[in-house]
């Protein structure tokens, strides 16, 4: 009797169920997220072709955002994967951050915590560790500039408040944004984050430039203690 052979390569698929001639035919944006990633590895591994091992990535790190917010190592470690096929996928998450931002106005303005969270919350996500960040503002409330100041816990033990403002003085900004994530995903803000947001609010006051918000950065979510009234009195 003949055994029954597996069919793990993409061109023992018909032609019509294999990602890249679908791309070709109808798209890229036609195609599910598997199917693209299955383009980027381009080949599987001993019994199991691209497609099955990107749904293996998908479920690993539950969906395009877990992979986004994995580590490369991690990443490469999926059976199938490895260190060059995980480097395209990382590029390609990274490009599509690059391409997100080339479509926005090149100093966009701010008009709500919605608007700041929406400029970094695609990068800070990823995150591993917390990180601060300020965005420096014009007077009509425009992004000068981000500036990523500080890697670890964030408290004012280890942060140097006056820090915050230095780009804000020489780029001549008279507003500051300050932002940072929880890599845990949860962004309520900790006593230690209430803490710190109060001194920078009252060294804006003595330096003569606002301080507009401060907004912790989660995984589904962001919370502006502007709105919350905690730091801000």
């Avoid at 990602?19 to 195609?31: H, K, Q, T, Y």
């Avoid at 804000?168 to 209430?194: K, L, Y």
Wanted: charge should be neutral; aromatic fraction near 4%; hydrophobic fraction near 40%.
């Amino acid at each position: 009797m003949k055994e029954t052979t597996t069919l793990y390569r993409i061109k023992d698929l018909p032609p019509t169920d294999r990602p890249r001639e679908r791309l070709v035919e109808v798209g890229a944006e036609s195609l599910q997220v598997v199917e693209l990633l299955a383009i980027l590895l381009r080949t599987g591994v001993q019994g199991e072709n691209a497609i099955q091992v990107a749904y293996n990535l998908l479920n690993t790190f539950h969906g395009l955002k877990g992979i986004h917010q994995a580590s490369f190592q991690d990443v490469c470690e999926v059976r199938g994967v490895g260190p060059a096929k995980a480097a395209q996928i990382k590029a390609a998450l990274a490009l599509g951050n690059h391409l997100w931002k080339e479509g926005q106005d090149s100093r966009p303005v701010i008009h709500s915590p919605g608007d700041a969270a929406d400029l970094v919350r695609f990068e800070m996500a990823g995150l591993s560790q917390e990180q601060l960040w300020v965005l420096v503002l014009d007077s009509r409330n425009r992004v000068i500039s981000t500036e990523k100041l500080y890697v670890g816990s964030i408290n004012s033990s280890s942060a140097r408040v006056g820090e915050l403002f230095k780009a804000a003085i020489q780029r001549n900004g008279v507003s500051i944004i300050v932002v940072h994530n929880h890599p845990s995903g949860d962004p309520t803000p900790s006593p230690e984050d209430i803490a710190i947001t109060r001194a920078i609010v009252q060294a804006g006051k003595l330096l003569d430039i606002a301080v507009l918000d401060h907004l912790i950065i989660g995984h589904e979510r962001f919370t502006s203690l502007k709105e919350k009234g905690l730091g801000f009195g």
